[in-house]
């Protein structure tokens, strides 16, 4: 455990070290069924051409639920999109409180500190099935996830994907008890979106206010 934390410092110190490199950010967006999000990202790295800004990022970096994405890049692309909203058929986009680019290429500077130090850490088949949202599939061997957990860093999120494939049952075969644990029904929400039957067993478990309760 204390291996594995001591990853994840690496990996968050080399992203914020890479955040740091290029004024970037994220940008939260709603969109109606016509929206084109890799026409709209496109139009955004023109965009940033015609400042001069070399090699733009605009990307799709989190696939949320249907009609949800996160795009990442360049902070001129995301007030571009930002204030062509209605152009693109975005119903919101609204900029999230992080300090850089996540799951793009503009994070390829914290891919070879995070891939060293898990060349030192023994990772083993996980006992129960675990998914990457790299390709929303199951972990196969160790080898697999050392090699996704790297390649995560500069590739965009698949949840939506990954709900899927947490979910996929056979026709008339009954959905699993899903628990949300932790402050915040968020991922509740977007589990509602992807798969709404799937959504009816899901309950949620404050760990805070079981903690208050037992005080």
């Known amino acids: 455990f204390s291996l594995a934390l001591y990853a ?27 929206a084109n999000y890799k026409f709209a990202c496109l139009e955004a790295r023109k965009h940033c051409e ?11 970096s989190n696939y949320l639920f249907p009609d949800s994405r996160v795009i990442a890049g360049h902070l001129q692309a995301l007030e571009f999109l930002q204030e062509n909203a209605r152009k693109y058929y975005f119903t919101r986009a609204k900029m999230l409180p992080v300090s850089g680019a996540f799951h793009t290429r503009l994070m390829e500077p914290a891919v070879e500190p995070l891939a060293e130090v898990l060349k030192s850490i023994e990772i083993q088949k996980p006992l129960v099935c675990v998914y990457s949202n ?16 790297v390649k995560q860093v500069v590739s965009p999120v698949m949840w939506e994907q990954t709900m899927h494939s947490v979910y996929e049952r056979k026709q008339g075969t009954e959905f699993p008890y899903t628990y949300e644990v932790g402050p915040g029904k968020q991922l509740g929400a977007v589990l509602k979106k992807c798969n709404l039957k799937a959504w009816k067993q899901y309950n949620h478990v404050d760990a805070l206010q079981d903690e208050e309760a037992a005080e």
Not at 12 to 28: F, H, I, N, R, Y
Not at 50 to 57: D, K, Y
Not at 137 to 146: A, G, L, R, V, W
Request: with cysteine.
């Open 50 to 60: 015609s400042l001069g800004i070399e090699n733009p990022v605009c990307e799709i």
């Open 134 to 149: 790299v390709n929303g599939k199951k972990y196969m061997h160790s080898e697999h996830i050392q090699k996704l957990l």
């Open 8 to 34: 994840v410092k690496v990996r968050a110190e080399a992203m914020q070290k890479a955040s740091e490199a290029v004024p970037s950010g994220m940008l939260s967006v709603i969109g109606r069924r016509e």
